[in-house]
């Protein structure tokens, strides 16, 4: 028996959000349902994105889907992209943090290189190599 974890992300904007993912890692959306596909839905909220599936950085997969309650960024739960090319690092750290805030300025420490940004959307990212 096996599992697969995706992360799931609440969102302000699930397709402005998804379209920064795509451009500062790469990435596709496979998929999109909004809530206007559901029977009754109101109309107000008929183009909300109700479930988004998105790839980036390769074959990783996020989850969005627009929230109807406050946002809030946290570092209880945090992403991290492991790469195995340091220039393809630096470049995914350069690009979340557009907008965002540096955490730990991407530097090599004992373990390797490591850097930790939040990005504009209140996402805590730590990338590594």
Same mark, same amino acid.
């Given at each position: 028996?096996?599992?697969?974890?995706?992360?799931?992300?609440?969102?302000?904007?699930?397709?402005?959000?998804?379209?920064?993912?795509?451009?500062?890692?790469?990435?596709?959306?496979?998929?999109?349902?909004?809530?206007?596909?559901?029977?009754?839905?109101?109309?107000?909220?008929?183009?909300?994105?109700? *479930?988004? /599936? +998105?790839?980036?950085?390769?074959? #990783?997969?996020?989850?969005?889907?627009? !929230?109807?309650?406050?946002? &809030?960024?946290?570092? *209880?739960? /945090? +992403?991290?992209?492991?790469?195995? #090319?340091?220039?393809?690092?630096?470049? !995914?750290?350069?690009?979340? &943090?557009?907008?965002?805030?540096?955490?730990?300025?991407?530097?090599?420490?004992?373990?390797?290189?490591?850097?930790?940004?939040?990005?504009?959307?209140?996402?805590?990212?730590?990338?590594?190599?």
């Amino acid at each position: 028996m096996g599992a697969q974890l995706n992360p799931y992300i609440m969102s302000k904007d699930a397709r402005t959000q998804a379209e920064f993912y795509k451009q500062a890692l790469g990435g596709e959306v496979q998929s999109v349902m909004t809530f206007g596909q559901m029977p009754n839905t109101p109309e107000a909220v008929k183009d909300k994105v109700m *479930h988004m /599936v +998105l790839t980036v950085a390769g074959t #990783n997969t996020l989850f969005l889907s627009d !929230a109807f309650e406050p946002v &809030s960024g946290s570092r *209880h739960i /945090v +992403l991290a992209l492991s790469y195995d #090319n340091e220039s393809e690092a630096r470049t !995914a750290y350069a690009n979340l &943090s557009e907008g965002g805030a540096v955490k730990y300025p991407f530097d090599l420490q004992p373990w390797g290189y490591y850097g930790e940004v939040v990005d504009k959307f209140g996402v805590t990212w730590q990338i590594v190599k």
